[in-house]
């Protein structure tokens, strides 16, 4: 099953049931353009089996960044390592690149972005980020042509699709999330008015592209915060997204005040368990019955094929297997292995619980260990699995630091 194609609505074709979730790279150069970097660390994925890789998220503001390291198109030149970069995630041609497409919104840290902008003026409750401006209206028609002309050119410079990102608690996602947004204009309020900025890009961003690209989407099913985006919202939201002709649907959940994307907000056992958001997807299935995708959690073959057998999804979002072994999706696809390899199995073994180990979080550490696997792979190195975990977040912190001090500023 996880081998066979898949038809988009838009007529093209993903070659297996497997991908590479958005996961954020952080090797920019220091105007945010792509490097080669970006081409050794897609190389390896375009060669690892995978039908569909999305990039991380590709910023649309330069003044407004997720983190330092992030590639930013906004009159920054650079079109000609975008092309080296599709072509170098393209490979042999057996795969699908595709741009994901962001803005941060307040979620962006006040030691590169000491400004930010979100529907209103509510602070994330997580030291580090500054309090954010109220966006203006002609701010918000601002951020829709931005995502309009990044998703141009990203056809243009040779990836072959785009992905709006919606989930995470970023700009898209704060304004579904009544908790954030507490406009009382056409921006705000009612559902409808909450959905619309999320509508307005996709709208655009489909007339900018043509029909026959694919145009994806990354939601979450949840906000998992008391008085945030609801499951029911989700589900009224997917409705609309099926009118708006979005090709693929990711499915994902938490922002940075509650990450449940990374699986480690509802304990242990989730952490161990596969397919974190497959409850919510068949919940969803009805409403959406294009293509799904959901990413969190799967290892093993077993589990991917029930999922797909099962109807409630198309498509198998793989993400930190993919850095410990690049190449794993394609042993997977021809039977050499029946399970993805799983670090954060291993972390949770060694440690007393998910969240301690010498005053940091668990998860935050485990995430600073896989970005550091990145940058390795970015160098030409191989992930380094024998890296330490507290060393691999004091090194996560101060390269981040240092890009950051090396920032050209316009």
Known sequence: ???????????????????????????????????????????????????????GNVQVDRRYLERPGNVVIDGNGGLDALRAYAAAGLGPGLNHLWMQINHPGRQAPAFVSPVALA????ALNRPGFARPQPMTEADIQDVIARFTRVARIARDTGFTGVQVHAAHGYLISQFLNPLAN???DAWGGALENRARLLRAIVQSVRTAVGADFPVSVKLNSSDFQQGGFSPEECLQVVRWLRQDGVD??????????????????????????????LEQAALLRPAFPGPLMVTGGFRSRAAMTAALEGAAMDVVGLGRPLINAPESAAAL???????????????????????SRGGKPLSALMQSWYVMQLLQMGDGLEPDLAMDLQDAHGRYVANEMATAAALVRD
């Open 248 to 277: 693929l649907l990711e499915l994902s959940g938490g922002t940075y005040e509650q990450a449940s994307m990374l699986g480690v907000t509802q304990g242990d056992s989730t952490l161990r368990r596969e397919a974190y958001f």
């Open 119 to 122: 529907p209103s003026a509510v």
């Open 1 to 55: 099953m996880i081998e066979s194609a898949l038809t988009l609505p838009c007529g093209a074709v993903l070659p297996n049931r497997l991908a590479k979730a958005a996961l954020t790279e952080g090797l920019a150069d220091a105007h945010n353009r792509a490097t080669e970097r970006h081409c050794r660390l897609y190389r390896r994925w375009a060669q690892g089996g995978a039908g569909l890789l999305i990039t």
């Open 333 to 355: 696809l021809s039977g050499e292995i029946r399970e993805l390899p799983s670090h954060e199995r291993k972390f949770i073994q060694e440690d007393a619980g998910p969240q």
């Open 182 to 184: 507490r406009r009382e």
